[in-house]
């Protein structure tokens, strides 16, 4: 069956550090994977988007990687603060279908 | 600039009684149009989506309904609502093909008594 698996423990980490949080999928072809972030009692906003040709984008402090062979894509945030505190959603892409969204991974960032 | 309206922001409402959520775009022409619901801690949930105005597709069987009467406002109905419709309501709109950023409203948050 197909799957979108995103860490269901939140993540906790000191200001400053590096987030990196995990999105990993089964039996998709993704042709694009797209970044989320949303905050409590909130709608999703988009962040990043990369197409399954591209290794690494970047945006200000975020980076996002996708590694089609391991089915993998990871979103780092650099030099965190509280305020990137918040549930962060991967989505994926597949030609002729709609996007699908994973269930979203909660960051913690303490000063 | 484009912005995206929901209403009610909150609303409870008895099992049985009827439902109507409306969503406007404004600074666009043509959106493709999406109604997702979350539950919570879970991922959101394709109800509905729409390509241009009266066309409709239903992801999900359920007393749910979706209309699309003018190009910029999508309404999700229900004649009779069940404890489980209960959740976070999302409508979001994406310009083109499929597969780009999509824009999300503020949310309706629903509970069924």
């Known amino acids: 069956s197909q799957k979108i698996e995103q860490n269901s423990e939140a993540l906790n980490i000191q200001e400053g550090k590096t987030a990196t949080l995990t999105c990993n999928y089964t039996?998709?072809?993704?042709?694009?994977l797209q970044w989320y972030r949303q905050d409590p009692g909130r709608g999703p906003v988009f962040l990043l988007l990369i197409r399954e040709n591209e290794k690494e984008k970047r945006k200000e402090r975020l980076k996002v990687t996708f590694d089609t062979t391991l089915k993998q894509s990871l979103f780092h945030i650099t030099a965190s603060q509280p305020a990137d505190s918040a549930t962060y959603l991967c989505?994926?892409?597949?030609?002729?279908?709609?996007?699908?969204f994973g269930a979203g991974t909660i960051l913690r960032v303490k000063s | 600039s484009q912005t995206i309206h929901q209403w009610p922001a909150t609303l409870v409402q008895p099992v049985g009684s009827p439902l109507s959520l409306e969503c406007t775009v404004e600074?666009?022409?043509?959106?493709?149009l999406y109604w997702y619901r979350q539950a919570a801690g879970r991922g959101l949930q394709l109800l509905f989506y729409?390509?241009?105005?009266?066309?409709i597709s239903s992801e999900v069987p359920q007393n749910l309904s979706a209309s699309r009467p003018q190009d910029r406002q999508f309404i999700l109905s229900s004649k009779k609502l069940l404890l489980s419709d209960s959740g976070f309501y999302l409508c979001?709109?994406?310009?083109?093909?499929?597969?780009?950023?999509?824009?999300f409203g503020p949310g309706t948050r629903l509970t069924v008594l």
């Open positions: 989505a994926l892409w597949e030609y002729g279908n709609k996007l699908v």
């Open positions: 600074g666009t022409s043509n959106p493709n």
């Open positions: 729409s390509v241009g105005i009266g066309q």
């Open positions: 979001a709109w994406e310009q083109g093909s499929g597969g780009n950023e999509q824009f």
């Open positions: 039996n998709y072809s993704p042709a694009y």
